[in-house]
């Protein structure tokens, strides 16, 4: 059983979300501590020149309120947001939070990322802690 479990949130596919905390309920040790990530990578320079000003501040505010929302139905849980490169990103968090194990859902591949995707594929390659990945 694991102790303290971060769970990578991606909003485009509800129901991984979901199936991971599952996963990660059902590892946890008893009062383990569970942290649903959301990262947020930049937007290009070039695209940010056709966003009105408070479009992003509002999108990271529903972000926010998505991710506690699912928080909230887990014992133990919160909701952190973050800004950076996906991949990168929860290796560093995992690692300075001292997670234990990393519950990630992986969207179907194409030929690029052959098995798995590339943003779980590089936390499988890099991770210093257990990782566990849900198709």
Known sequence: ???NILVPVA???EDKAKAAIAVA???AAQDA???LLHVVEQIPGYV???VPPDHVAEQRKT????LDALAAGVPGARAVLVDGHSGRTILDYAEAKGSDLIVI???RPGMADMLIGSTAAQVVRHATCAVHVLR
């Open 1 to 3: 059983m694991y102790r």
């Open 11 to 13: 909003f485009d596919n």
């Open 25 to 27: 309920q059902g590892l």
């Open 33 to 35: 501590a569970i942290t």
């Open 48 to 50: 940010m020149a056709y």
């Open 63 to 66: 972000m926010q309120a998505d």
């Open 105 to 107: 859902a992986s969207h």
